[in-house]
């Protein structure tokens, strides 16, 4: 239970590092989905659409905007139409940019681990339960 009291950080809670492991979990999520569904059947991606966008949550937070509302919209429109991105699964967009995450996004036993604790915490089964490390190792490239 060691595991489960660090991810739900029950010793320490800080509300931006809280956030940021929460962002973590959804793209190592999107990486392990990525890589367990037929790429040429469903692609699943990751994006930060912007920095403090101004968002009910930035504005009632009296925080600064950084990005525009409208450049986090193209960033996400362009990972659903745009021709160029057809069959790219498993990246991670910062915006516009395709870019890297942190290393443990990468890392398949991590990903393993934290789908598994979302099981517990959840009680529910993946589709794909049980069928962990089916591929043969990335099947698409990555940066």
């Known amino acids: ?3 489960t009291s660090a991810v739900m950080l029950k010793r320490s809670y800080d509300g ?3 956030y ?5 979990a959804l793209i190592m999520f999107s990486l392990e989905l990525a890589d367990r569904l037929p ?3 469903v692609t699943v991606n990751s994006l930060h659409p912007g920095t403090m966008m101004p968002t009910k949550i930035v504005r009632d937070a009296a925080l600064a905007s950084i990005d525009t509302l409208e450049h986090g919209i193209e960033a996400a429109v362009r990972l659903v139409v745009d021709s160029d991105l057809d069959g790219v699964t498993g990246r991670f967009f910062a915006g ?3 870019t890297t995450v942190d290393a443990q996004a990468y890392d398949r036993e991590a990903r393993r681990r934290l ?5 517990a915490l959840t009680g529910i089964d993946a589709p ?3 069928r962990a490390g089916t591929t ?3 099947r698409r490239r990555r940066p």
């Open 128 to 130: 794909w339960h049980g």
């Open 39 to 41: 790429g040429d059947e």
């Open 136 to 138: 043969d190792g990335p």
């Open 16 to 18: 931006a590092h809280a």
């Open 115 to 119: 789908l598994e604790l979302s099981e």
């Open 20 to 24: 940021a492991r929460s962002k973590l």
């Open 96 to 98: 516009r940019r395709e």
């Open 1 to 3: 239970m060691a595991a």
